[in-house]
């Protein structure tokens, strides 16, 4: 079936411009989470949504950056005022069932391709 | 606070080498255990996750990884490596009941044909 989509696949902007990234989940899964990943480095965790709400927010480096789900499926994380440093590529995933649950029932996580950000 | 350390940041072997990878984690409580796999122009897939029982967790591909707890550690074996398995390896961990999953820095596998 088909895996988690992301796009655009590439965004190139300015600094201090706007920039909206989608998340399409995988059919049936209730969780999405969003991860930044920088050159060189492993994925870092930015927020987490279980249904419509943002059930973690704890990663997002500051106020510039906000996501929604307002239907309970597609996701947009969203940028305002970018930096240079703000370029990575945006990972986006989903799960069949949130977390929580222990042992073998636990949900894996299913990464799309990305959105690779260049602030120029 | 969680992390993941990969020591290896990048290593190159020849084909039919044996492969292991190393990665220790910081959490005092339960933890779930990832190794992802990056391949050239794809997006991570997971290769093996440990969430109780058997430590040593087969996985795709022929790998599997030995948790020992006492140590911390995760490590990634392949008794043979082929040139098709040149990727980029990423350990990880959860707590149990967290959502955000804590990636290492990554270990670039490079194999010679």
């Known amino acids: 079936g088909a895996g988690v989509s992301q796009t655009p696949s590439n965004k190139v902007t300015e600094k201090g411009k706007y920039v909206e990234l989608r998340c399409d989940p995988i059919s049936g899964h209730t969780a999405i989470y969003w991860y930044r990943q920088s050159l060189g480095q492993g994925p870092e965790f930015l927020i987490y949504?279980?249904?419509?709400?943002?059930?973690?927010d704890s990663g997002l480096p500051n106020d510039r950056f906000f996501a929604v789900r307002p239907e309970g499926s597609v996701s947009t994380l969203k940028i305002q005022r970018t930096e240079r440093g703000d370029s990575a590529v945006y990972l986006c995933?989903?799960?069949?069932?949130?977390?929580?649950?222990?042992?073998?029932?636990?949900?894996?996580?299913?990464f799309g391709p990305g959105t690779r950000l260049l602030v120029l | 606070a969680q992390s993941v350390s990969q020591h290896n940041h990048h290593v190159i072997l020849s084909e039919a080498a044996s492969l292991e990878l190393g990665c220790n984690y910081s959490y005092g409580g339960t933890v779930n255990l990832f190794w992802y796999v990056q391949y050239p122009g794809q997006h991570l897939q997971l290769l093996l996750k440990y969430f109780s029982g058997d430590p040593l967790v087969k996985g795709i591909k022929g790998f599997e990884a030995e948790f020992i707890k006492s140590k911390f550690s995760f490590n990634l074996r392949k008794p043979s490596v082929q040139w098709s398995d040149t990727a980029e390896y990423f350990c990880a961990v959860t707590a149990v009941s967290a959502s955000k999953i804590i990636f290492g820095s990554g270990t670039r596998l490079s194999i010679r044909p």
């Open positions: 949504f279980q249904g419509t709400g943002a059930a973690d």
């Open positions: 995933a989903s799960s069949l069932t949130p977390p929580g649950l222990a042992g073998d029932l636990q949900e894996t996580q299913y």
